[in-house]
């Protein structure tokens, strides 16, 4: 066993179909250049004890799931589950039967849509594989984190843990596993986060009461979100910004008919469009949370402060090829 081992992962944007890829259709998603950092050491009680320094919350649980707090109360204990489920599953995976501690430094926005538990839940498994040296594959560690996801959200399609193991730009359609994507172009992305936090299993449960209600109106608009990702991936391949664009305009569009953009989306989506962008739409669950804006490289800036005008906090971002992956240590640090 390592004395220490630090893994991090990536935090994504959702390009299409989000919600209906909870319905078994594809979406594409691409990681983006913000990650999850976990870091974890051995530790001496049988528990597994975990830090989050940006959540400001630490608690103990026992092997058998007991919780003790340390800093935040038992409300902290909701938060961290996710990440001990990650981590018991990998222990479980390998027969182990251990103590370990986990520190979580993240700067991914929570409750955004930009995947932030994914991405922690990931960066902590394979933080716990590399320090206990287990013969753990990718798709391990993908497992772990979608068992984690299914504490955040009862039905997650896996898209998020999927893009944080794997990286880069992937069309995921629940149980085929992943397509990678080249583009032939950079995708030059700004994204806008409302500052509204929303529970996604929320918003995925209001999904679930429209298609209930109008289940032919429903499915015939992710058959369409469904035609928009197969457009999409060739636009993508040829690197054509004003198609991929409009497919985002239309993407939008059908995540607006199904009740899950609000007035401040669209407030940032419009100003974003009027500034010059090929187009913008929410990403991830919506209700609040981030959207993205595809612009030519030479408007980015002025898409930017739009959306700042409009109230938003806007950053350009770009792809991460590399999923998860085992930070190199100095050989002092602790
Ligand atoms: O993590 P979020 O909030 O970006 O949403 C994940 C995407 C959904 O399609 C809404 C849910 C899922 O499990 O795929």
Redesign the pocket.
């Known amino acids: 066993m390592k004395r220490l081992s630090v893994a991090s992962a990536p935090a994504?944007v959702?390009l299409f179909?989000?919600?209906?890829?909870?319905y078994n259709k594809p979406?594409i998603v691409m990681a983006i250049n913000m990650r999850a950092y976990a870091k974890s050491k051995p530790e001496e009680s049988q528990k597994i004890i975990i830090e989050s320094k940006s959540m400001n919350i630490s608690g103990a649980f026992t092997i058998s799931g007991d919780y003790q707090p340390i800093i935040g109360g038992f409300e902290g204990k909701e938060k961290l589950l996710p990440i001990y489920v990650a981590i018991k599953s990998i222990l479980e995976r390998a027969g182990e039967e251990r103590g370990v501690r986990v520190e979580i430094d993240s700067t991914i926005p929570v409750?955004?849509?930009?995947?932030s538990?994914?991405a922690v839940s990931v960066a902590s498994a394979a933080a716990v594989s590399s320090l206990l040296e287990l013969n753990i594959s990718r798709e391990d560690i993908f497992m772990a984190a979608l068992e984690a996801?299914r504490i955040v959200?009862e039905?997650?399609?896996?898209?998020?843990p999927a893009i944080s193991t794997y990286g880069g730009l992937i069309v995921y359609r629940k149980g085929d596993g992943i397509r990678r994507l080249s583009v032939d172009a950079r995708l030059p992305l700004v994204v806008g986060d409302t500052g509204i936090k929303?529970v996604?299993g929320e918003?995925?449960l209001l999904v679930g009461e429209m298609r209930r209600r109008y289940p032919l109106v429903v499915d015939r608009i992710m058959d369409s979100g469904e035609a928009i990702v197969d457009v999409g991936v060739e636009a993508l391949r040829r690197g054509d910004l004003k198609t991929i664009g409009d497919l985002m305009n239309i993407n939008h569009a059908l995540l607006c008919a199904l009740g899950l953009s609000n007035e401040t989306i669209e407030r940032l989506i419009h100003a974003a469009r009027r500034a010059g962008a090929f187009g913008a739409k929410l990403?991830?669950?919506?209700g609040g949370?981030c959207m993205i804006a595809l612009s030519p490289p030479d408007r980015i800036n002025y898409v930017v402060r739009a959306i700042e005008n409009a109230g938003g906090r806007a950053f350009i971002t770009d792809i991460s090829l590399e999923g998860v992956r085992v930070e190199v240590q100095q050989p002092n640090s602790a």
């Open positions: 994504k959702i179909g989000e919600h209906f890829v909870v979406a409750a955004a849509g930009l995947g538990s994914a996801e959200h039905n997650p399609s896996g898209v998020d929303r996604t918003m995925v990403t991830g669950a919506g949370g």
